[in-house]
C-alpha cells in the first residue's frame, strides 16, 4: 500500500516562495499515474490545489494558477509543489494524494502545514 509524508511546510512571508514534497513509499514510480495537492483549512472542506498526470498535463485552481506549480514523482519518487507569490489565504495544511493507473487513491498523509504571514 502506498504511504505519503508531505514535509516542507513553514512560515512564509507573502511575496517569498517555499517548496513542499511528497514522497511516496510502497509503490514503484511507474505504477503512479497521477499526483494531486490539496488544502484544508478548519472549519473547511479539502480544496484541491493542483494535479498533474502522467505525460505531465497539469491543473490548477483557479486562485493558485500563475503562482504554484506542480511537478511529479521524480526518480526517488517524490512529487513537489513550488509555491510561489504566497499570499495569506495560501495558509492551510496540504496534503498530497496520488492515483494508480487503476484509479485507486493512496491513504492520505498527515499533511504539512503552510503559514503565510508578515
Known amino acids: 500500500q502506498v504511504q505519503l509524508v508531505e514535509s516542507g511546510g513553514g512560515s512564509v512571508q507573502p511575496g517569498g516562495s517555499l517548496r513542499l514534497s511528497c514522497a511516496a513509499s510502497g509503490a514503484a514510480s511507474h505504477a503512479i499515474y497521477s499526483m494531486s495537492w490539496y488544502r484544508q483549512v478548519p472549519g473547511k472542506e479539502r480544496e484541491l490545489v493542483a494535479s498533474i498526470v502522467r505525460g505531465g498535463t497539469t491543473t490548477y485552481s483557479d486562485s493558485v494558477q500563475g503562482r504554484f506549480t506542480i511537478s511529479g514523482v521524480d526518480a526517488e519518487n517524490t512529487g513537489y509543489l513550488q509555491m510561489n507569490n504566497p499570499k495569506a489565504e495560501d495558509t492551510a495544511v496540504y496534503y498530497c494524494?496520488?492515483?494508480?493507473?487503476?484509479?485507486?487513491?493512496?491513504?492520505w498523509g498527515q499533511g504539512t502545514r503552510v503559514t503565510v504571514s508578515s
Open positions: 494524494s496520488v492515483h494508480s493507473w487503476t484509479g485507486v487513491q493512496s491513504p
